[in-house]
């Protein structure tokens, strides 16, 4: 493997063909904040707040530090005011459906994210994946999935799969950076209608 | 259907089958693309048949239905060759005139001919109307003049000439080099140039490529693909084959929205008949190059127009973007080296080839090159597909093409680009129409649609309708496209509501410049432009709804009223009769008065009042006058 030579905050960094600017940046000491990402997991680039400013032949780009390779010459800044602005948007968005999130509280107090700027439509979901990609990735259960597209996605367990596998598991919970209780929420939900007997209702017969 | 072992078999084929046509036979044919069967082809087509068999000129008149001819709202189109006769809007009942008439008697019949809106002069043939007149079919062009479903058509007219070249002249470089030097650059909205894109795949380490056709076509409006792919496949399947050819992939992949299902079934019949007569396979052509192509329905999702999106659900996977770097050209299906390219930029690969790259870029202007088709369509009077070269002016295309906005309404602003383009208002309609300029211009090319405005158009009310349809489209992936649409689709629903604020129009432009920058693929990245070129153009709209609470268009419905003016209104009822809300009261002789509560402001009563009262008003921004009392409004 041969050794790449970027430049992250000013701070010269040789890294190995293949690794992201977050891990470029992490293995100086540089830190970007993250949301969606996991050591166990593929990056996937949903939250964006790693979004980091990078030069490349002679063009700046906005690009997800946890997704872009690094490359010989890149100049990346990790806090620059346009940086800092999508940031400050990002969480102001989150907070209209996690708003007592701790995690995102925090990093509002660093960008002077206003928890109450947008109107609440608390899901406390903000669609980061985690929970869905650990349970695919690392436990391959698939049993909890994103559901819709859009401004409609959401997340919801498979109830045929839950009710096998995620009483024993649960550890989606503790990696949800809004609040377990929604894990948790869901869960329940998905529980509360097993599948039934194959050929038979589940619905009014049960009772 | 022979099997075809060799380009000196090919070329014997093709004599045979031109030497059976006579081009003085007189040739009815009849557009069957998708919006001429709307308005009734399939019926046409029918007693067409019909009347051939009855009047006994089986033997003496050739009879071809062909794929869109472009000019869609004056369809069903019959062209009668040699003349080139063009009739539109031919109904059944038509038929056994055009039989007895113009074709045993050489007659025209007037009533068919095309009429212009402006002139009122006629035209008998399809190059004296100004629609077609202004236009350069270079891609579009042999529609009119194949079946689709005939493979001895597309032969007859050149095809597969293109492949024996590039199989047997060229080598992959050189064909590549051709693509390059005639600055293709991608049809389907980045305007990537195609050569430098094929050079990536053609480098990219791997024995296995593949080639992929886009025809994910989904903006509201836009068919120029659809159009293409209906009337014309086996020009996308050369150029895929060439394609291939070139990078050295053995396999492609056609992707077709399920919506399009007269694409589907033409796409299979030309592949069946490609594949029949070795035109597709082992050993093409004697030549040693293989390719084999399936077809694949796309699930009716926006998104999978992108090319990583669209690769995820070629694979089974949801359809949802990756991030690029990796790009497919170095890891794309199945992890393998793809070149994927739009319907319209393949479509254009055998003109390349067989005229050269000195011919193409020739056309165009200096970073544009070729033709390029727009869908044509909203407030304009010509609607449909119209092919022109790059660089010609935005207001020929509206103005003479499209022979301007009917009813003597004022043109406002034409959408460029798709739901994620912009607007273009009149101070730009001079702009040469070619990638950079409509980008300069605040609005993208796009894969060509073109949304004509008039000024009953609300442009905060289009910003509206494409973000709510973005809303719905975005994959939801990455939080930038998925909430900042959302928001912005908030605010400017408010807006029209009547219920902006100070300072929205700068939350706009904050949450605009934030799902730009920093969302993941080309669909956030541009779902802010209709928002930004809007505000840009039109800033005055958007403060006249937010501070005055009146819409300039008398559109947004929440900020008009409908009024009668009682020194105009002469009792006649007419309002009265068409209201379904039952908001007018009134009576013989009475002046009439608009219930405000229950009015549902559909406009029926303004289009009931006769034109020579003129009594109902539309207004906006201003209170609604006190209604008169009961006592005066006897009339006379």
């Keep these: 493997m041969s050794q790449i030579h970027l ?24 830190s970007i904040p993250t949301l969606c990402d996991h050591e166990k997991l593929a990056p996937y680039g949903a939250c964006r707040i790693c979004t980091v400013e990078a030069d490349a032949n002679g063009r700046t780009n906005l690009v997800a530090a946890c997704q872009h390779p690094v490359e010989n010459d890149l100049v990346v800044r990790t806090r620059t005011e346009k940086v800092d602005k999508i940031r400050k948007v990002l969480l102001e968005q989150m907070m209209a459906h996690a708003p007592d999130s701790e995690q995102i509280s925090e990093l509002a107090k660093i960008y002077g994210a206003d928890r109450d700027r ?51 598991c649960k550890e989606c919970f503790p990696l949800c950076p809004t609040s377990a209780l929604q894990a948790a929420y869901v869960l329940t939900e998905a529980l509360m209608t097993p599948p039934t007997p194959s050929g038979t209702c589940g619905g009014c017969s049960s009772k | ?39 009734g082809s399939e019926k046409v087509a029918a007693a067409l048949e019909q009347e051939i068999a009855k009047q006994g000129v089986a033997a003496e008149v050739a009879y071809r239905r062909t794929g869109c ?131 990536f795949a053609r480098n990219a380490p791997g024995d296995k490529k593949y080639v992929v056709v886009n ?27 060439i394609g291939a050819y070139a990078i050295g992939a053995d396999e492609g992949y056609i992707y077709v929205r399920q919506e399009y299902p007269l694409a589907v079934a033409n796409l299979a019949i030309a592949i069946k008949k490609a594949e029949e007569s070795g035109l597709l396979g082992q050993n093409i052509l004697g030549s040693g190059f293989d390719f084999t192509v399936k077809v694949h329905r796309g699930a009716g999702a926006f998104i999978c127009g992108e090319e990583t999106s669209l690769l995820n659900s070629l694979e089974g996977k949801p359809g949802e973007p990756n991030a690029r770097p990796p790009f497919p050209a170095t890891r794309g299906l199945w992890g393998k080296p793809t070149n994927i390219n739009n319907v319209e930029t393949w479509a254009n690969i055998p003109l390349i080839i067989n005229k050269g790259a000195d011919f193409f870029s020739a056309i165009g202007t200096e970073g544009s090159k070729g033709t390029k088709i727009f869908s044509l369509v909203g407030k304009v009077n010509n609607t449909g597909l119209v092919e022109v070269p790059m660089g010609v002016s935005m207001r020929d295309i509206i103005f003479k093409i499209g022979g301007g906005v ?69 994959c939801g992936k990455c939080t930038p496209c998925r909430e900042g649409i959302r928001q912005m689709k908030k605010i400017l629903t408010n807006i029209t509501k009547g219920l902006g604020q ?83 009261t009134g009576g013989k002789k009475r002046i009439h008065v608009i219930e405000q509560e229950k009015c549902t402001k559909c406009g029926g009563c303004l289009e009931a009042c006769p034109a020579a009262f003129g009594a109902v008003h539309k207004i906006s921004g201003e209170p609604v006058p006190e209604a008169i009392p009961e006592e005066s409004r006897s009339i006379g």
């Design chain 2, 502 to 584: 100070e300072g929205d129009i700068e939350l706009l432009q904050e949450l605009a410049e934030a799902t730009k920058g920093s969302s993941m693929c080309a669909l956030g990245k541009t779902a802010p432009n209709p928002v930004l070129s809007t505000i840009n153009h039109f800033r005055d709209e958007y403060e006249a709804h937010i501070r005055e609470r009146r819409c300039p268009s008398l559109s947004c419905k929440a900020l008009i009223a409908f009024i009668i003016d009682p020194q105009k209104c002469k009792g006649c009822g007419a309002c009265f009769r068409k209201c379904p809300a039952e908001a007018i």
């Design chain 2, 69 to 199: 001819h472009g000019f869609c709202e004056q369809g069903p189109i019959v062209v009668i060759y040699p003349q080139g006769i063009c009739y539109l809007k031919v109904q059944p009942e038509d038929i056994a005139e055009i039989i007895s008439a113009t074709i045993k008697e050489q007659q025209i019949i007037e009533r068919l001919l095309y009429v212009d809106v402006n002139t009122g002069e006629k035209a008998t043939t399809e190059e004296e109307i100004p629609f077609y007149k202004h236009q350069e079919r270079l891609v579009l062009g042999a529609n009119r003049k194949i079946d689709p479903k005939s493979l001895e058509d597309y032969l007859a007219v050149e095809g597969y000439q293109a492949l024996v070249k590039a199989l047997f002249a060229m080598t992959p470089e050189q064909v590549v080099g051709e693509v390059k030097n005639a600055k293709l650059r991608g049809r389907g909205g980045a305007g990537f140039p195609s050569g430098v894109k094929w050079d």
């Design chain 2, 406 to 474: 009917p009813g003597n309404k004022k043109f406002k602003a034409v959408q460029t680009g798709g739901p994620s383009g912009g607007c273009i208002p009149e101070s730009l309609l001079d702009i040469k129409v070619d990638f950079d300029e409509l980008t300069r211009a605040g609005a993208m090319m796009g894969s060509g649609g073109m949304i004509v405005m008039d000024e009953d158009t609300c442009l905060v009310d289009i910003a509206r309708y494409f973000l709510a349809f973005l809303s719905d489209e975005s």
């Design chain 1, 7 to 30: 430049q992250v905050d000013g701070k010269n960094v040789a890294a190995e063909e293949g690794m992201t600017i977050l891990e470029a940046a992490r293995s100086v000491g540089v």
């Design chain 1, 118 to 168: 947008f109107e609440k439509e608390a899901s406390f979901c903000i669609l980061c994946g985690l929970c869905v990609r650990y349970c695919a990735e690392v436990k391959q259960k698939n049993a909890i999935s994103f559901f819709d597209r859009g401004a409609k996605r959401e997340i919801a367990f498979i109830p045929e799969i839950a009710v096998r596998e995620c009483w024993d």
């Design chain 2, 215 to 241: 025809c994910d076509e989904g903006d509201p409006g836009a068919y120029m693909d659809r159009s293409v792919m209906e009337g014309n496949p086996f020009a996308v399947l050369e150029g895929l084959m």
């Design chain 2, 1 to 39: 259907m022979p099997r075809i072992k060799s380009p000196v078999e090919l070329e014997a084929f093709r004599k045979e089958i031109l030497s059976r046509r006579d081009a003085a036979q007189p040739c009815i044919t009849l557009c069957s693309g998708s919006a001429c069967h709307a308005t």
